[in-house]
Structure formats: structure tokens, C-alpha cells
């Protein structure tokens, strides 16, 4: 069997005890020998599969206390993300947002726990706080999505919505840093009012209002960013331009 193979079939078993749950977040594997002797294939081999479970973010290898089981992340999802959208546009990212997230508000306004809606308002606190920074801003922003799709009870919302929250950070600086807090703040305060009452049409709605307008906003940055940078006609010969 080609090394490759040989690879493949041991990240492939040494991934199922992962995620079947042998091996907990934190729990060391076995050492490289250990595992060498017990799949029969060489120690080369299984450092090689050992490294694509660290590409996954399923491992990591910390010197001196061999290689450990990670907690779930989304790294390479968002990784896998970032490729696939390489020029895709800001545009397509925001079709697929709006029907997950206005999804997302409708559910939460139905299975939101006390806490989650204490959580909720600390972020609005932080948009209403023009004294705080513009990365605060940007933080407490994601956070309160964040916060929604976990009100909807289910983890598939969080691992969905999570890489698409990281792709849109520096949209969120732009929009924020030329509209301010304060609109952003406006948005998800008619949003939470729909989650309090446990409103779920009035939460989609709000929520779909928001993406709309934050779509139209990056719009407007983009062509003033465009005009900006156009160059300016040169007037021809024995001509000059108007005061």
C-alpha cells in the first residue's frame, strides 16, 4: 500500500476516535511508537497523519507534552470559507446571510433563555457607548448575532453562521466607523424587542430590515471608494476646467 494510503487510513481511524468522543477535548493520544506498533505501519507514517489532524484543528502538538485532542473550532471552516469565496464578492455572502439569519432571529425569539437576553442587551450596551473603541464595537456587534444563533438551541447555527462572522469583520469596521454605532445599535434594539416579546415574524422582519440596510450601506461604501480612486479626465489642449 502506497504511504499515502497508509497516511490517509490512519488520520481517517485516529479522526473517528475523535469525534465518536475516545478521545476528549484535551486528552493526549497515544504516543507516535504506540500507535506505530498498534496499526502495523511506520512512526514516519503516523507523524504524516498526525499533521493533517493539526491542519483540521482537531489536534495540536505542544513540545514537551506530546500532541492533544483541541476543542472544536472553526478555524478550517473558515479557512475553507475564505478559499471558496476568493472573489466571490461581499454580495453572495450576504444572500446566503439573509435567509440564515433572519431563520436564526425568528427561532431565538421563541427559545431565547433568560440569559441569553441578558447577554443580548450587555451588547447594546456597548453600541450605545460612543467612548468605547471601534474594535469594542465591532466585537459587540458579532457577539449579539453570535448570541442569536445560539438562542436557537441548535449547535448548527453557531458552526454556520461562526465562519461567515469572521469573513465579515472588516465590513463591519467600514460600516461602523463611517455610519457610527449608533445605527447598528437602533437595528438590533428592534430586533431584541421582537426576541423579549417572543415575536418571531416581528424578529425576522427586524432582522431582515438590518441585513438589507447594512448591504446597501457597503454598497454606498464601495462606489464612493471607487469614485475616489478613479482618475480624473485630463482637459484637452487650450481647454481648463470650470471653478
Given at each position: 500500500?502506497?504511504?499515502?494510503?497508509?497516511?490517509?487510513?490512519?488520520?481517517?481511524r485516529?479522526e473517528?476516535?475523535?469525534?465518536?468522543?475516545?478521545?476528549?477535548?484535551g486528552d493526549?493520544?497515544p504516543?507516535?511508537?504506540?500507535?506505530?506498533?498498534?496499526m502495523?505501519?511506520?512512526?514516519?507514517?503516523v507523524?504524516?497523519?498526525?499533521?493533517?489532524?493539526?491542519?483540521?484543528?482537531?489536534?495540536?502538538?505542544?513540545?514537551?507534552?506530546?500532541?492533544?485532542?483541541?476543542?472544536?473550532?472553526?478555524?478550517?471552516?473558515?479557512?475553507?470559507?475564505?478559499?471558496?469565496?476568493?472573489?466571490?464578492?461581499?454580495?453572495?455572502?450576504?444572500?446566503?446571510?439573509?435567509?440564515l439569519?433572519?431563520?436564526?432571529a425568528?427561532?431565538?425569539?421563541t427559545?431565547?433563555?433568560?440569559?441569553?437576553?441578558?447577554?443580548?442587551?450587555?451588547?447594546q450596551?456597548?453600541?450605545?457607548?460612543?467612548?468605547?473603541?471601534?474594535?469594542a464595537?465591532?466585537k459587540?456587534?458579532?457577539?449579539?448575532?453570535?448570541?442569536?444563533?445560539?438562542a436557537?438551541?441548535?449547535?448548527?447555527f453557531?458552526l454556520?453562521?461562526?465562519?461567515?462572522?469572521?469573513?465579515?469583520?472588516?465590513?463591519?469596521?467600514?460600516?461602523?466607523?463611517?455610519y457610527?454605532?449608533?445605527?447598528?445599535?437602533?437595528?438590533?434594539?428592534?430586533?431584541l424587542?421582537?426576541?423579549?416579546?417572543?415575536?418571531?415574524?416581528?424578529?425576522?422582519a427586524?432582522?431582515?430590515?438590518?441585513?438589507r440596510a447594512?448591504v446597501?450601506?457597503?454598497?454606498g461604501?464601495?462606489q464612493?471608494?471607487?469614485?475616489?480612486?478613479?482618475?480624473?479626465?485630463?482637459?484637452?489642449?487650450?481647454?481648463?476646467?470650470?471653478?
Amino acid at each position: 500500500m502506497a504511504q499515502s494510503d497508509l497516511v490517509s487510513r490512519v488520520a481517517d481511524r485516529l479522526e473517528r476516535a475523535i469525534l465518536s468522543g475516545e478521545f476528549a477535548p484535551g486528552d493526549p493520544l497515544p504516543a507516535e511508537r504506540e500507535i506505530s506498533a498498534r496499526m502495523r505501519v511506520s512512526r514516519s507514517v503516523v507523524r504524516e497523519a498526525i499533521g493533517r489532524l493539526v491542519s483540521l484543528g482537531l489536534v495540536k502538538s505542544v513540545h514537551g507534552s506530546g500532541t492533544r485532542v483541541q476543542e472544536p473550532t472553526s478555524k478550517p471552516i473558515v479557512l475553507g470559507y475564505r478559499r471558496l469565496l476568493h472573489g466571490a464578492g461581499l454580495e453572495n455572502l450576504s444572500a446566503v446571510r439573509l435567509p440564515l439569519e433572519t431563520t436564526i432571529a425568528a427561532l431565538a425569539a421563541t427559545t431565547r433563555t433568560a440569559d441569553q437576553l441578558e447577554r443580548l442587551e450587555k451588547t447594546q450596551a456597548v453600541l450605545a457607548n460612543p467612548r468605547v473603541s471601534l474594535e469594542a464595537h465591532v466585537k459587540a456587534d458579532m457577539e449579539f448575532h453570535a448570541i442569536l444563533a445560539e438562542a436557537t438551541g441548535n449547535p448548527l447555527f453557531q458552526l454556520v453562521l461562526a465562519p461567515i462572522q469572521e469573513l465579515l469583520i472588516e465590513s463591519r469596521r467600514r460600516t461602523l466607523g463611517r455610519y457610527g454605532s449608533k445605527l447598528a445599535h437602533g437595528h438590533h434594539a428592534r430586533i431584541l424587542e421582537a426576541i423579549r416579546g417572543g415575536d418571531a415574524a416581528a424578529a425576522e422582519a427586524a432582522m431582515c430590515e438590518h441585513l438589507r440596510a447594512n448591504v446597501s450601506h457597503l454598497s454606498g461604501l464601495g462606489q464612493a471608494s471607487a469614485s475616489a480612486a478613479a482618475p480624473r479626465a485630463r482637459p484637452k489642449s487650450g481647454q481648463t476646467n470650470s471653478v
